[in-house]
Antibody
Framework: EVQLVESGGGLVQPGRSLKLSCAAS????????MAWVRQAPTKGLEWVAS????????YYRDSVKGRFTISRDNAKNTLYLQIDSLRSEDTATYYC??????????WGQGVMVTVSS | DIQMTQSPPSLSASLGETVSIECRAS??????LAWYQQKSGKSPQLLIY???SLQDGVPSRFSGSGSGTQYSLKISGMQPEDEGVYYC?????????FGSGTKLEIK
């Protein structure tokens, strides 16, 4: 059974940093592109970033380029999202997702990030 | 960036009614379109991928169609458990973009 379990969220002050993790199991993690998708409270879904199987290629939405870093550890079956210079507009539930061809077939339960002073 | 225009924003349907949700892309996305259902407080669930392929375990009353820039999701016979918000996602190129969502309720 595919499982994606996010962690690392919380309440953070503007300008601070946070690192989200996603522990994957139930599939051959190193064979799949992985992604982060977020959803602000009461809003729609927004793709944030994706990373290739080996980690050598990364893709970001424009609004997070330079502040967010997606990475992966294939030995630990874990996906990461480093978020720097947090802004109020980054407040959202962040989902880890398994990519099966530029669509997502499995999602984690999500982790909440709240940016507020 | 490819813009995804989804309609209608909300929909109310009776039990057993057939409903359709549309997504229009700002350019050809070559059937690289997926549909998701999100129930309140839950993660999105994949329904359809590559415009018309039904994800394993999804009831056959869900179907997808379309090509080029126009796509649709059809639910043939609304059930109470179909309430939720539906999103389309284009996977033709980065940045991946979602439609704005359609809230489906039972009448």
């Amino acid at each position: 059974e595919v499982q994606l379990v996010e962690s690392g969220g919380g309440l953070v002050q503007p300008g601070r940093s946070l690192k989200l993790s996603c522990a994957a199991s139930g599939f051959t993690y190193s064979n799949y592109v992985m992604a982060w998708v977020r959803q602000a409270p009461t809003k729609g879904l927004e793709w944030v970033a994706s990373i290739s199987t080996g980690g050598g290629n990364t893709y970001y939405r424009d609004s997070v380029k330079g502040r967010f870093t997606i990475s992966r550890d294939n030995a630990k079956n874990t996906l990461y999202l480093q978020i720097d210079s947090l802004r109020s507009e980054d407040t959202a539930t962040y989902y880890c997702a398994k990519d099966r061809g530029l669509f997502f077939d499995y999602w984690g339960q999500g982790v909440m990030v709240t940016v507020s002073s | 960036d490819i813009q995804m225009t989804q309609s209608p924003p909300s929909l109310s349907a009776s039990l057993g009614e057939t409903v359709s949700i549309e997504c229009r892309a700002s350019e050809d996305i070559y059937s690289n379109l997926a549909w998701y259902q999100q129930k309140s407080g839950k993660s999105p669930q994949l329904l359809i991928y590559y415009a018309s392929s039904l994800q394993d375990g999804v009831p056959s009353r869900f179907s997808g169609s379309g090509s080029g820039t126009q796509y649709s999701l059809k639910i043939s016979g609304m059930q109470p458990e179909d309430e939720g918000v539906y999103y389309c996602l284009q996977g033709s190129k980065y940045p991946l973009t979602f439609g704005s969502g359609t809230k489906l309720e039972i009448k």
